[in-house]
């Protein structure tokens, strides 16, 4: 038979899923995963049970870390020393233990995340709690197997006297699975088993009265109610840990953030550092130092403010931006016979439980069966004693020990078990008082045996024990709660004033789609003319906006789109640099355009709405505060139809006239409250109905009969009614002209469309800017007033060919 044939065919896939089938097994249920009776995964239960039967106990000096860790990968962990030591090192840290399982002497690390020395220079022994773990392991409490090269045994589980797996919790990964259990308050979980071995079905609700959520070792703030109600109901949910802070005033008027718990497993150098890093960035105005002051008296970080710096502000950001804040996520997987589970809280105490019953009927067993050998021997004893001559004359007659132990049996009806304990029966326990005392020991015993039967046959007892050394165990190692619980989630609101200094800025936008923000010094150093401002060639300005630099724009497109953009964000730029392209500061896409820039301050402010125009004379009206967004990417400020776009966006009150003008020369007076107010995707209704070549070019918002509205066509024609001759109609209707084209072959023509409308009170200046680029600028005064069907006069002297593009309203 050739080499080849002693081969079986596979396929891969059959071949790995069976490796990794196998692999997976053994992470889950030998390495990653802790088992829910112990709470201990393999690693650390085979270090507590390697330290305790080398006899490296509490009441013995330290031992060299290095002497277990060989122990342990020895005789039962057949992996690297540092996955062991890992172990061990965790177990001795009182920052991620509830209750220290080994105490460790030496450098073992820090909340600094500083690393452990080698195990060749640490220390350690059994912590007092662990011994409670391990108590009875000798009475047969617990099963064991053979180690992996058969050379010893080693336990399958602790007896673990107490509930080691919520007390000190549990964090790890393997394929497929996750756990991740919080640490908690050991007296509350031992009231909880008490109370649920008297109610076996007490509800969930209930239990929570006594186990009110995690307590970590590092305290902090739990806030949460909803999500350790989930967690301890399905084994999953979610909490939020906080840090305890408080506000100290200082000398000076100034103040200071003292934080004296941090969450837990946070690392503290990488927290201060966070805050250190925020303000040398100076992301928050008004911090001054941040020091680490944690010393012998525990954990103290200072972030010392400037004067007049917003404290509760300041503070609001570092637990928003840093891990002053931190969400915690239950996992609570364990294995239960042999496979993991999701745990809830009852189910885990529960296991615990039936684990609990088990190891005290085993123990039970054993000190009965020694109990009644013991009794068995001193009835025999005392019996011997009683007829000690004829036993003393018995043992003298034979011939051997043997053939003593054989006559004993014969003669006087003893057991050989009996018969063996005679004989080595010390001549001093012939006295009185040693015959008295042996006829106590066998009352005491038998006193014992009893006892112990009926803890055996009763349920009620069984729970009794159990429930008694718990408590004893509450009052020998309980300890006050650490972590303070909070139900409600506090949401964090930060101050815009807190990240940016208020500062009144100009916002310029040209034509060409270029943005800017400039300090008023810059303005002012540069001449304080608008004018002289630093634009391309044959660029212009067309919105030019004071504000502050906690306000933000509101950016709308043609598309119905919008952009929310705080002015801090703008780029800052010199009065007579060009800016940046708006493309580099919002996605905006290459096919849409802006229509509006609008500054907010409050979008809470009541009253206030934004009204949308579209060119096929659609008007939609929405409140100001539906357009609240913390996203920077385009949001739907408006549904347009195909065929139509977005021409003007205007803030407004309700409380005046909106006056539309088409480029054909119609227009529409109608009161703004005809306009009902709409969700923020809805489309609107209609304002004019138009011509189906004619289109929307202006929107005006007007009030009373005062001014004056003066029209503008393409080729640079224009003129001013009265507004008093511009009456309110209704909504919707076809309107009423405002400007008469003239026709005809003989006649000099005044345009063939209107470009734009102004509304005018008092006079300014309007800049037209031409399709060739050329820029021209009048007076509102130069518009003469006619009536709304006059022809005009040239106000715009254009070349031939060419036509008005756009027109600005200049401040």
């Known amino acids: 038979m050739s080499m080849l044939e002693q081969f079986l065919p596979a396929f891969l896939e059959d071949v790995v899923g069976d490796r990794f089938g196998r692999y997976s097994k053994y992470i889950i249920q030998d390495r990653a995963i802790p088992d829910v009776r112990d709470g201990l995964k393999p690693v650390q239960r085979r270090i507590l049970y390697a330290m305790y039967d080398s006899g490296n106990t509490p009441d013995k000096p330290y031992r060299k870390s290095a002497k277990t860790v060989g122990d342990v990968m020895g005789n039962y962990h057949p992996h690297g020393d540092s996955s062991i030591y890992d172990g061990m090192v965790r177990m001795a840290q009182p920052w991620k233990m509830g209750h220290v399982l080994v105490d460790g002497h030496g450098n073992w690390g820090s909340l600094d995340d500083d690393p452990p020395a080698a195990m060749r220079y640490t220390e350690a022994r059994l912590s007092e709690i662990a011994l409670e773990l391990l108590r009875d392991i000798d009475k047969r409490t617990v099963p064991f197997r053979d180690n992996f090269d058969n050379t010893t045994k080693e336990p399958v589980v602790l007896p673990s006297r107490y509930p080691n797996l919520l007390v000190n919790g549990v964090s790890g990964i393997s394929s497929g699975f996750a756990t991740e259990v919080p640490p908690h308050s050991l007296r509350e979980v031992i009231d909880a088993c008490v109370a649920l071995m008297d109610k076996p079905e007490m509800p969930l609700d209930d239990l929570m009265q006594i186990i009110k959520g995690p307590d970590f070792p590092t305290g902090g703030i739990i806030m949460g109610g909803e999500g350790i109600r989930e967690a301890y109901e399905t084994g999953k949910g979610r909490i939020y840990i906080r840090a305890k802070t408080a506000i100290e005033d200082m000398r000076g008027g100034r103040q200071q953030i003292v934080i004296t718990e941090i969450p837990y497993q946070v690392v503290k150098v990488r927290l201060v550092t966070a805050m250190e890093n925020i303000r040398l960035e100076k992301k928050v105005e008004g911090i001054a130092e941040v020091r680490d002051e944690s010393g012998r008296n525990g954990l103290r970080i200072v972030v010392e403010l400037k004067k007049d ?24 997987v364990a294995i239960v016979n042999k496979a993991p589970r999701q745990l809830g809280l009852k189910q885990m105490l529960h296991a615990y439980v039936e684990h609990q019953k088990e190891v005290v009927t085993y123990r039970t067993q054993y000190d009965l069966e020694k109990a009644e050998d013991r009794a068995h021997v001193v009835e025999g004893l005392v019996k011997a004693l009683n007829i000690l001559d004829d036993v003393i004359a018995t043992i003298k007659a034979s011939k051997n020990r043997q053939d003593a132990q054989n006559n004993l049996v014969a003669k006087f009806g003893f057991t050989e078990r009996q018969a063996d304990a005679i004989l080595v029966l010390q001549l001093y326990r012939l006295t009185n008082l040693e015959i008295t005392s042996l006829e106590k ?30 408590n004893e165990i509450r009052k020998k190692y309980g300890i006050d709660r650490r972590s303070d619980i909070q139900g409600e989630v506090e949401e964090i609101k930060v101050n815009l004033e807190v990240m940016v200094t208020p500062e009144d800025v100009l916002v310029s ?10 300090s008023m010094l810059s303005f002012t150093r540069s001449g304080g003319e608008i004018g002289n401002t630093g634009l391309k060639e044959g660029d212009y300005v067309r919105h030019l906006l004071e504000v502050n630099t906690i306000e933000s724009l509101l950016i709308f497109t043609q598309k119905g789109q919008f952009f929310l953009l705080p002015v801090h964000q703008i780029p800052e730029f010199k009065w007579k640099d060009n800016g940046t392209a708006i493309v580099n500061v919002i996605p905006i896409t290459k096919e849409d355009r802006i229509v509006s820039i609008i500054p907010v301050k409050d979008f809470k402010e009541p009253g206030k709405s934004l009204v949308f125009v579209t060119k096929r004379g659609q008007v939609k009206r929405t409140d100001l505060a539906e357009y609240e967004t913390s996203r920077s990417g385009a949001i739907a ?4 139809a195909d065929d139509d776009e977005v021409i003007a966006v205007q803030t407004s009150d309700n409380l005046r006239d909106i006056l539309l003008v088409s480029k054909l020369g119609m227009s529409i007076r109608f009161r703004e409250m005809e306009v009902s107010s709409m969700g923020r995707a809805a489309g609107g209704v209609r304002g004019i109905q138009l011509k189906e070549d004619d289109e929307i070019v202006s929107s005006l918002w007007v009030n009373g009969d005062e001014g004056e509205i003066m029209v503008v066509s393409d080729i640079g024609y224009g003129k001013s009614s009265l507004l008093m001759d511009y009456p309110v109609q209704g909504r919707g209707g076809k309107g009423i002209i405002t400007f008469e084209f003239k026709e005809g072959k003989r006649v000099r023509p005044n345009g063939s469309e209107l470009v734009r409308a102004f509304s005018v009170k008092d006079a300014y200046n309007v800049m037209a800017v031409t399709a060739n680029g050329e ?13 709304r069907k006059a022809t005009g006069k040239l106000l715009v002297p254009i070349q031939k060919g060419d036509v008005i593009a756009d027109m600005v309203k200049l401040t």
């Open 775 to 787: 820029k021209h600028t009048f007076s509102t005064e130069s518009a003469p007033i006619e009536e």
């Open 441 to 470: 020991e066998l009352k005491d015993l038998q006193k014992t045996i009893d006892t112990l039967r009926g803890i055996l046959g009763s349920q009620s007892k069984l729970l009794g024990v159990i429930k008694g050394e718990l």
């Open 309 to 332: 710096a917003d404290a509760q502000g300041i503070l609001a950001y570092l637990l928003k931006k840093t891990d002053l804040q931190v969400t915690y996520n239950f996992n609570m």
């Open 509 to 518: 936008f040209s034509g060409e789609g270029y943005i800017k923000r400039t």
């Open 637 to 640: 400020a408006c549904k347009v």
